[in-house]
């Protein structure tokens, strides 16, 4: 069982290029969530979706999209990356938005823009 | 303003001696409280939720515990293996029941 699966592991971008981070989930999640982690910062929620079909924006949007076509996959998409969006970027799943069991995330995508 | 501060920062204990890290909150409405291990290099692993005050959960040789205000981890006899950053959450209880993370505290067990 993999749990929540994220690739790459790590990604030196230039300023400006784009990239997708990948997130797969095998648990049959209905909501994902994509985290940044900044040093010495919590995480901070990007993007969540709460099915397949449908997105919304958490609390530092701004520079990223993301889909969700299927209820295993939910990519992030990064347009003209910026230094301020290196970090490390975590997917998480949860089988409800109350969260009970808690959130499985993924093992991370370490991101450098330069 | 709803927030989450986890105290210390930072400890630094030798194996077997017990204490406890914070978590305290300010939230206009707590739906629950997590608790979460993070290793170097890898992402968060869930260990307790916690709902309502006076409520304890245990896990081996931590024990996580419940105020209107705070929560607690202890940790009781530590050994190395219990080194990592230890993560506090809480979930607001609202419509959009949004998850607000702390800082963490970066815990080093020393042999």
């Known amino acids: 069982n993999a749990g929540v699966t994220q690739t790459p592991k790590f990604r030196i971008l230039k300023i400006g290029q784009s990239m997708t981070l990948q997130c797969t989930q095998d648990?049959?999640?209905?909501?994902m969530y994509w985290y940044r982690q900044d040093p010495g910062m919590g995480l901070k929620l990007i993007y969540y979706?709460?099915?397949?079909?449908?997105?919304d924006k958490g609390e530092v949007p701004n520079g990223y999209n993301v889909s969700r076509s299927t209820t295993e996959d939910f990519p992030l998409r990064l347009e003209l990356a910026a230094p301020s969006q290196t970090s490390v970027y975590f997917c998480?799943?949860?089988?409800?938005?109350?969260?009970?069991?808690?959130?499985?995330f993924g093992s991370g995508t370490r991101l450098t823009v330069v | 303003e709803d927030q989450v501060t986890q105290s210390p920062e930072a400890l630094r204990l030798q194996e077997g001696e017990s204490s406890s890290l914070n978590c305290s909150y300010t939230v206009s409405g707590l739906r629950g409280l997590f608790w979460y291990r993070q290793d170097p290099g890898k992402g968060p692993e869930f260990l307790f939720t916690l709902y309502s005050a006076g409520e304890e959960k245990e896990k081996e040789r931590l024990k996580a515990t419940l105020t209107k205000k705070e929560s607690f981890l202890h940790i009781t006899a530590p050994k190395p293996e219990d080194s990592a950053t230890y993560l506090c959450?809480?979930?607001?209880?609202?419509?959009?029941?949004?998850?607000?993370f702390g800082k963490g505290t970066r815990l080093h067990i020393l042999p």
């Open positions: 979706s709460v099915g397949a079909g449908i997105t």
């Open positions: 959450a809480v979930q607001v209880m609202n419509r959009d029941d949004k998850i607000i």
């Open positions: 648990m049959n999640h209905n909501y």
């Open positions: 998480a799943s949860s089988y409800s938005g109350r969260a009970y069991y808690g959130y499985t």
